[in-house]
T-cell receptor
Framework: RKEVEQDPGPFNVPEGATVAFNCTYS??????FFWYRQDCRKEPKLLMS???SGNEDGRFTAQLNRASQYISLLIRDSKLSDSATYLC????????FGQGTELSVKP | EPEVTQTPSHQVTQMGQEVILRCVPI?????FYWYRQILGQKVEFLVS????????KSEIFDDQFSVERPDGSNFTLKIRSTKLEDSAMYFC???????????FGPGTRLTVL
């Protein structure tokens, strides 16, 4: 089983759509969880941390279920500028990245 | 806003040559990392460095790789004899302490011919 596994994508959605990304991780001892965003050939940038209680930042909502080792990201009212690859990341010291899910938001 | 910088942005080299990739982490950060991303693949951890020594390394980080913090500001990754499969984006990251956000540099694209 892969350490961090994401929906393969790509997701092609119209502007204004709601889109959900799913991720599972294999190491139950993992300490911290994140969603990063990566634009083409650029460095990963932190989008948000993910907490067990769930957390929201504007149009973005992240959820963590430690029992099922599952992480999600919901983007509401998607914008053209949300087009990117979304990376599920788990930390136990070093960062362990999923392979990413590409999102393309169309007008 | 402080940022991690990397040089060069693109390095082209011949197979078997040595390359040194350079990073300047954020000045008060204590932990330093190298990651790589082969085109179309996921970001992979290579090595972490703290208190002037390697704290963890992956299977990828074999004897051909080494890291150094030669002075108070630079953090370098050396590949002794490059292979075609070393072609990738190499990202440096730094962090103030282990529980904080890792800040990534813009990356060096290494092309081995």
């Amino acid at each position: 089983r892969k350490e961090v596994e994401q929906d393969p994508g790509p997701f092609n959605v119209p502007e204004g759509a709601t889109v959900a990304f799913n991720c599972t991780y294999s190491n139950s001892a993992s300490q911290s969880f994140f969603w990063y965003r990566q634009d083409c050939r650029k460095e990963p940038k932190l989008l948000m941390s993910v907490y067990s209680s769930g957390n929201e930042d504007g149009r973005f909502t992240a959820q963590l279920n430690r029992a099922s080792q599952y992480i999600s990201l919901l983007i509401r009212d998607s914008k053209l500028s949300d087009s990117a690859t979304y990376l599920c990341v788990v930390r136990g010291g070093k960062l362990i990245f999923g392979q990413g899910t590409e999102l393309s938001v169309k007008p | 806003e402080p940022e991690v910088t990397q040089t060069p942005s693109h390095q082209v080299t011949q197979m078997g040559q040595e390359v040194i990739l350079r990073c300047v982490p954020i000045s008060n950060h204590l932990y330093f990392y190298w990651y790589r991303q082969i085109l179309g693949q996921k970001v992979e951890f290579l090595v972490s460095f703290y208190n002037n020594e390697i704290s963890e390394k992956s299977e990828i980080f074999d004897d051909q790789f080494s890291v150094e913090r030669p002075d108070g500001s630079n953090f370098t990754l050396k590949i002794r004899s490059t292979k075609l499969e070393d072609s990738a984006m190499y990202f440096c990251a730094s962090i103030l302490d282990r529980d904080n956000e890792q800040f990534f540099g813009p990356g060096t694209r290494l092309t081995v011919l």
